[in-house]
């Protein structure tokens, strides 16, 4: 029989992330800290919008862009928090989460042997999503030093003739990285000299607890080189709803859009009509969620100095990514060691890229009492392996 398979699918390495998962799903008493979603419930005024829209029959295809009155509340969103201005009828659509735009934009811009630069550590869908485009992925490697943060020399030192794509992850999973305006213009600066594009991931643009968010796209020159990729999992508790939206200039949405419409045809109609509400009456949500988040962000820093575990502070997202060098163990030794004696989940640095090994990601979005619990465990743990070290 031939071989029925791609070689290109069976060369992808599967999420390193997973197989913590399901261990800890058939472990009981065990505590995960590894799961990336909000452990709110998606506002109850959101989700009634949501059973209302049911109750009317919206059940049909909305256009393949998405609901006109979602795409008017995206286009008013972004440019009251973000002062960017997209054209609702051409240049904003509404996808599957964000991971959907992620993907469209990529095979939309991609032609076979382009490069596509990948700050890591970072989520792991860029560098699958960009290989199955036929790209050709160029890891940059950021430093804890540096706070995880882009430079502009690291990303010159990558740039090539066939560099095509800047894929900017912040803030930054797993890291909690962010980038503000003042590391953005040095960016910016390279990539309009180099001319080359950026996809900017701002799905944790609402959970940043230094300043307010800026993206790239509204820098001088930038907006019509950047596909600005959000979403409303993160913000407003609303993973399961599977809904996102990218922004971009009108010649890129249309190809992203073509993709679209053979791929999935449009986003849940559901989703879309509770969207909606979220848009227009959940910014005291939002903001609720950021205060208890960045509440336990605080509680979780501290735990960890106590401890004796070297943590720089992340100002983004809900991760913190301690590093754990000193153990002499391999990230995923590490995780797989404390799974097993204290029954905590943590996800090894080294799922997020080859330079994040040494570290582990450790998730704040659970409640305080499960976080003092979970903490403990590791607390104690720490203490033994400095025993055996002594």
């Known amino acids: 029989m031939r071989n029925p398979l791609s070689e290109k699918a069976v060369a992808l390495e599967p999420s390193g992330i997973r197989k913590f998962f399901d261990i800890v799903s058939e472990m009981p008493d065990a505590i995960s800290l590894g799961v990336g979603e909000p452990d709110f419930d998606t506002p109850w005024h959101v989700r009634e919008e949501g059973i209302y829209s049911l109750e009317k029959g919206r059940t049909f295809y909305t256009s393949n862009a998405g609901l006109k009155e979602l795409k008017q509340e995206i286009g008013s969103y972004l440019k009251r928090r973000c002062q960017v201005e997209y054209d609702p ?211 979780v820093l501290k735990t960890l100095k106590e401890m004796g575990l070297s943590c720089f502070e992340p100002k983004g997202a809900f991760y913190v990514f301690p590093n754990i060098k000193r153990f002499g163990m391999s990230s995923e030794e590490f995780a797989e060691t404390l799974l097993k004696e204290e029954k905590v989940a943590v996800v090894p640095g080294s799922a997020f890229g080859s330079c994040g090994e040494g570290f582990i990601r450790i998730s704040y979005a659970y409640s305080l009492k499960a976080l003092k619990e979970a903490l403990g465990r590791v607390g104690r743990f720490v203490k033994r392996l400095e025993e055996k070290g002594k």
């Open 89 to 299: 009828d051409h240049e904003i659509m509404v996808t599957v989460g964000g991971s959907e735009a992620i993907d469209l934009a990529l095979r939309a811009m991609i032609n076979p042997g382009d490069e596509v630069l990948i700050p890591t550590p970072c989520y792991v869908s860029y560098y699958p999503c960009a290989v199955l485009a036929d790209a050709v992925p160029v890891v940059i490697e950021l430093k804890e030093e540096n706070e995880f943060r882009l430079t502009a020399e690291e990303l010159i030192a990558h740039i090539t003739p066939k560099t095509k794509v800047l894929i900017l992850p912040f803030p930054n999973n797993p890291t909690g990285a962010i980038m503000e305006r003042k590391d953005l213009e040095p960016i910016a600066e390279v990539v309009r000299e180099k001319d080359i594009m950026v996809i900017t991931d701002e799905i944790y643009s609402e959970l940043t607890y230094s300043g307010n968010h800026v993206t790239i796209a509204s820098l001088p020159g930038m907006w019509e080189r950047t596909v600005l990729i959000n979403g409303f999992s993160k913000a407003y508790a609303m993973t399961g709803w599977r809904l996102g939206y990218t922004a971009a200039p009108r010649m890129i949405l249309e190809q992203m859009l073509k993709i679209h419409q053979y791929a999935i045809m449009c986003a849940p109609t559901t989703s879309q009509y509770a969207a909606v509400e979220a848009m227009r009456n959940g910014d005291d949500d939002v903001a609720m969620m950021r205060e208890s988040y960045d509440q336990r962000r605080r509680f």
